[in-house]
């Protein structure tokens, strides 16, 4: 057959390729970036489901809206709008099947083939994925343990002019980076000096341990003005109530969200009505805040276990930053003493072990880092994240024999 010339820019996921190797019995996996389904509500989703088919069982069943079941946009407008986001009705946003398609529809509607796309250098994979699909030439900026660094991101877009900037500001996959309040200030002065668009990437900014993070860019837009027309904001309920709903939301300016409206017809009509409607019941029982309540300390135990357990069987041979929220410990190779140096060369010692992460490389769009690897402690429990890293310890630990 003879493929579309678009697919000769871009690769199977190396980290859907990595769970092939998984099979193995016993293998402990730091690789996925799922939540955890154990702390799914169930009983909430349940009960939510049941809600919608008994009040609204034609919408719920029937074909709906492209822009999405009116009774979810008005729940998570609300929702925003309690996450300091002034000014938004319902008709501001739409629904998406999850906040990946938000991000495929800026690629359909912004991206040209050609046309320069900063991102953060580590970035979600997928993105890098769907960008380049469309034809992106990719440029990266620097990250640190703030998030990307202003000052390096300011003459990138000076010299580049990029059709978009592509951000995950809190809690970002696979840096595990919250992006400060000072810096997110400045990337909003920044949009408008340039009149650039910033594309905000917002699926884990609930699951923060102790203190909140910083409100997102298209929260304090309102202290910038002129920002929130340069801004694009994607949300999802995937980390925090389930994927498989596979609902998300896209907010942006009126006329890029009408052509993604477009798109999304060309592409599934609307995401699932049974789906939405249930979301929207969720939402509207008022179940989110404690579901979230509790799994916010799991989450963070997990992360201090993890964090603990690295610092005792590999030491100085690996640096990471603690995360403050969200689903990984991103970390680097340091190589002291002569030890491995590359995340790919352990990852595969690692499986031998009994252990799988996932090698920092791919989550580059240029010039990676292979010290770096991207470890997940939202699956695991306590005793297996330890005994996990102990494993991984091993593993290293075989490089200096």
């Known amino acids: ?7 000769n820019h871009v690769e199977t996921s190396a980290i859907r390729e990595l769970f092939k190797l998984l099979g193995k019995p016993g293998i402990i996996s730091f690789a996925g970036g799922f939540p955890d389904a154990a702390l799914f509500d169930v009983d909430g989703i349940g009960a939510a489901a049941q809600e919608a088919l008994r009040i609204h069982p034609g919408a719920a069943l029937q074909y709906g809206a492209t822009e999405g079941y009116n009774p979810l946009r008005e729940q998570l407008a609300a929702l925003m709008q309690a996450k300091g986001v002034a000014d938004l009705s319902p008709e501001q946003l739409i629904v998406t099947t999850g906040s990946q398609q938000a991000l495929d529809l800026i690629g359909k509607t912004l991206i040209s083939p050609g046309d320069k796309v900063i991102v953060e250098g580590p970035t979600f994979l997928a993105t ?16 640190d343990g703030d998030g990307v660094q202003p000052d390096a ?9 990029p059709k978009l900037v592509y951000l995950i500001p809190t809690f970002g996959n696979p840096s595990g980076a919250t992006l400060s309040l000072e810096r997110r200030l400045r990337v909003l002065e920044m949009a408008v000096r340039h009149q650039t668009l910033i594309v905000e990437d917002d699926p884990y900014g ?13 929260a304090l837009s309102a202290q910038v ?35 993604a409206t477009m ?17 929207a019941a969720y939402l509207s029982a008022g179940r989110l805040t404690p579901a979230l309540e509790k799994i916010r300390p799991v989450y963070a135990r997990r992360a201090q276990v993890m964090g603990d357990a690295l610092r005792e069987h590999l030491g100085t041979a690996l640096s990471f930053v603690p995360p403050r929220g969200g689903l990984f410990v ?4 340091t190589g002291t003493n002569g030890a491995w140096a590359d995340g790919r060369v352990l990852a595969q010692h690692a499986i031998a072990q009994g252990v799988a992460f996932v090698p920092g490389s791919p989550f580059y769009a240029t010039q990676p880092d292979h010290a770096t690897l991207r470890l997940s402690f939202a699956t695991v429990g306590e005793d297996k994240i330890q005994e996990g890293v ?4 091993q593993a290293q630990a075989a490089s200096q024999a």
């Not at 057959?1 to 697919?7: G, I, T, V």
């Not at 999802?236 to 907010?251: A, D, T, Y």
């Open 206 to 218: 609930d699951l923060y341990f102790g203190e909140p993070p910083p409100g997102s860019l298209l």
């Open 263 to 279: 798109c999304k017809q060309f592409s599934d009509a609307h995401t699932s009505t049974f789906a939405q409607a249930t979301a």
């Open 390 to 393: 102990a494993r991984l310890g």
């Open 225 to 259: 003005s002129g920002s929130r027309a340069l801004l694009a904001h994607c949300g999802s309920l995937s980390k925090v109530l389930s994927p498989g709903l596979r609902v998300g939301w896209l907010i942006a300016p009126s006329e890029l969200l009408a052509k």
């Open 153 to 161: 991101l300011d003459a990138l877009i000076a010299e580049h002019r």
């Open 128 to 143: 890098i994925q769907c960008f380049k699909l469309y034809g992106a030439e990719l440029i990266t900026a620097p990250v």
């Open 330 to 333: 991103w970390a680097r190779l």
């Open 1 to 7: 057959m003879q493929f579309a010339d678009r697919l």
